[in-house]
């Protein structure tokens, strides 16, 4: 299998990316470290083990990461994500620990401890965490199999301002050194997480899973959902972070460019916007695989069977 660490501030989408790799036996999940996000860094790492407990998964390390940006104040999203940042579905509280390890330190660490060219970071939060662990450790760089992450847009811009996607808005710093570290790099932006909707009947099969991780799914996307669902009146809300380990599980689902992506870090109004060159008007070198359009139906068909092998 394909050894990943997930790096995460879950987040209902967040977590179902996370039970997505764990059902699935392509992937081996190293750790999961938690970042803040969506909402601060005690709930994400909380969170993070009610989601592993959930799976049958409480072996698995989960480590605490950055508590905010690398320059900047925490800005958080409980307006999508609810108080919890889990709402929607009542987890118990979890037993297993958190590890003592530092995420930035345990991504380093696993990095150098596995042959070159076997680990993928999988990123579906603000990318402070693996912006700290890059300029810890630079040697970590070129070891690296591949950063996939969840951030950023072009075509379908912003979600938190007009020009910015939360994740790369949060910590626009972060996001520049990731897409600069010269790592392989795949960039699933908005521009194709609002094509993988939670229209009725997809929201239904989760429900009718009738699993203990069906049911949590059904709840927690029942809530997140409402949100975009009222905002931008589509079919449903958009499942953003599964996307990411969808992408490693069936790229074909997927198309995109190779392509230069800058990070707007210094403009009030832009700050965070992924300048992104689809159209290859700069000669700017590509940094990275942004993907614009997938197969909808062969995602859920994906995520949904993948989710019956979890009780
Ligand atoms: C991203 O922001 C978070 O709210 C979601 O979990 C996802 O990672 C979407 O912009
Ligand atoms: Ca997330």
Known sequence: PRKIIIDTDPGQDDAVAILLALASPELEVLAITAVAGNVPLDLTTLNARKVCELAGRADLPVHPGCAGPLARPLVTAEHVHGKTGLDGADLPEPDMPLQDTHAVDAIIAHVRAEAPGTVTLCALGPLTNIAMALKK??????????????????????????????????????????????????????????????????????????????????????????FDREKYGSDGGPLHDPCVIAWLLAPDLFTGREINVEIETSSALTRGMTVADWWGVTDRTPNALFIGDLDASGFFDLLTSRLESLV
């Open 137 to 226: 450790a630079p040697d970590i760089a070129e070891r690296l199999a591949h950063i996939v992450l969840m951030g950023g847009a072009y075509f379908e811009v912003g979600n938190i301002t007009p020009a910015a996607e939360f994740n790369i808005y949060v910590d626009p710093e972060a996001a520049q050194v990731v897409f600069g570290a010269g790592v392989p790099l795949t960039v699933l932006p908005l521009d194709v997480t609002h094509k993988a909707l939670i229209t009725p009947d997809r929201h239904h099969a989760f429900a009718a899973l009738n699993s203990s991780v069906g049911q949590a799914v059904a709840g927690w996307l029942g809530f997140y959902e409402r």
